[in-house]
């Protein structure tokens, strides 16, 4: 069945993912605790370099072949060429990034409050190894879920990534070695795993580069850095600005309350990453069905993120009451509005797949520059009055725009045969939910108010869970 499927796809890499976060949350200490803080400082300005340096190397090829390899129109002899050109041009563009990288990352140091002496030569060669290296890495990754294969993606993940992790910090305590010894770890790690990565997709590589394919995918997936970036200021944004009105104590508050709100975030990722080869698959497989299933997708993902999120926002105040000290009391409320942040978040692997399948790549970029916008011209508006809190309404109606908005171009584009009573039901349950947990926040454990809280929960699951109709899935 394909929901039973899509669950433990979701499940694996959703483990996989928690997996790896659990390990960069016990090393981070001890690496910060072993190199001194502006050694630390420059290990981290590094990896953001490498990492939004990526996004350039990736070009949206990532995306393009995600779109095609289960196209109808792409038979299975055909498919080997798509990866493969996709393949070379990422390391083409990678080993061009990488050497330009290699210049002008001094200069970053020197723009930035450190210095290029901070630095070392080996600590600049790493950081231009790292930056393609880190996205071919991730382009084998992404191919590997287009074979759905999630047991040989976690398996070259964790080589790749985890075991990066675990030399750098061994050489780190161990041997003293210092910041370049970290980066350099971890770029020795990710070179001697990509052979692995290569050949788990073995079926599926081949030396040649189709050129018409070629300018075909990066049509397609070019613009995808204007919208990675975009998403990196919507994503960034409110900080600088709650900074600036509202002091770095609210920063604080809401930093709180957007790390556990990535608890919700988590579950959406997991999905994501199970559902796109699924979702070009179900059109090849079922032309004459796919849009139902898309349909009925959307509204079960909206009752699974609804339930994640709904649950966390609830009881946000008495989680952080209980974990974190006082001083971050405040952060109960913001964190109960970022969680339907997250919700939306997750619609969006649905609402936006219409433009994908137009091939339409463009509106993306459009539409996240305009709720970049709108969420710097609302967090200017709200954090005045709010502070931590407005910064997260702001993020709130930014994702509604967004989610809205691709959902409208979808409609236009493939136009999803969606059951708009049953949608605006399930969204008027998350809207109970929401002020539910406002009206009720509570920083102690009372039994009454739990009670209520739970009750209110549970009548609205009941409700959501009638609104959903399994039937179309029972004949794939």
Not at 360 to 389: D, E, H, M, S, Y
């Amino acid at each position: 069945m394909l929901l039973r499927k899509l669950a433990r796809d979701s499940v694996i890499y959703g483990g996989g993912d928690f997996l790896l976060k659990l390990l960069a949350f016990f090393t981070f200490p001890l690496l910060a605790s072993a190199l001194s803080a502006e050694g630390f400082g420059v290990m981290e300005l590094g990896l953001t370099i490498a990492t939004l340096g990526a996004v350039f190397v990736r070009c949206g090829l990532n995306n393009a072949v995600q779109r095609y390899y289960w196209d109808a129109g792409v038979s299975e002899v055909e498919r080997p060429v798509l990866v493969s050109t996709g393949f070379w041009l990422t390391f083409g563009i990678g080993v061009v990034c990488g050497v330009c990288s290699f210049f002008t990352v001094p200069l970053i140091f020197k723009a930035s409050s450190g210095g290029a002496e901070q630095l070392a030569p080996m600590g600049v060669l790493a950081i231009a190894a790292l930056l393609p290296l880190l996205q071919w890495s991730q382009y084998l990754q992404d191919v590997l879920r287009l074979h759905f294969a999630p047991w040989k993606f976690l398996a070259y993940t964790f080589s790749s990534r985890a075991l990066g992790a675990l030399v750098a910090l061994f050489l780190v305590l161990y041997f003293g070695a210092g910041v370049e010894g970290v980066l350099l770890a971890q770029a020795s790690v990710l070179l001697l795993a990509l052979p692995l990565g290569i050949w788990f997709v073995k079926k599926d590589f081949v030396v040649k580069v189709d050129r018409p394919l070629a300018g075909r995918l990066l049509a397609f997936g070019a613009p995808f850095i204007f919208t990675e970036v975009a998403y990196w200021l919507l994503a960034s944004i409110d900080r600088w600005v709650l900074a600036a009105m509202a002091g770095v104590s609210e920063v604080g508050i809401y930093s709180v309350a957007f790390r556990f709100s990535t608890l919700a975030v988590f579950v959406a990722t997991a999905f994501g990453m199970a559902w796109s080869p699924y979702a070009v698959k179900i059109r090849a497989d079922h032309p004459q069905s796919y849009k139902h299933v898309y349909a009925e997708v959307l509204l079960i993902l909206l009752v699974v993120m609804l339930c994640v999120a709904g649950f966390i926002a609830l009881f946000a105040g008495e989680f952080i009451g209980q974990i974190m000290s006082p001083d971050y009391a405040a952060a109960a409320i913001p964190l109960t509005v970022l969680c339907f942040t997250a919700v939306l978040q997750a619609s969006q692997q649905v609402t936006a797949i219409g433009i994908s399948l137009a091939n339409r790549t463009k509106i993306f970029a459009g539409l996240v520059w305009v709720a970049a916008i709108l969420n710097l011209v609302l967090n200017f508006w709200l954090i005045p009055q709010a502070g931590a809190a407005g910064a997260a309404i702001a993020t709130l109606i930014s994702y509604v725009f967004l989610s809205g908005a691709f959902l409208f171009f979808t409609q236009r584009l493939y136009p999803l045969p969606i059951s708009w009573a049953r949608l605006l039901w399930l969204c008027f349950l998350g809207a109970v939910i929401l002020f539910s947990s406002i009206h009720w926040s509570s920083q102690e454990f009372d039994l009454s108010t739990s009670a209520v809280k739970l009750c209110i929960a549970l009548v609205c699951l009941v409700f959501a869970l009638l609104s959903l109709n399994f039937k179309i899935f029972r004949s794939l």
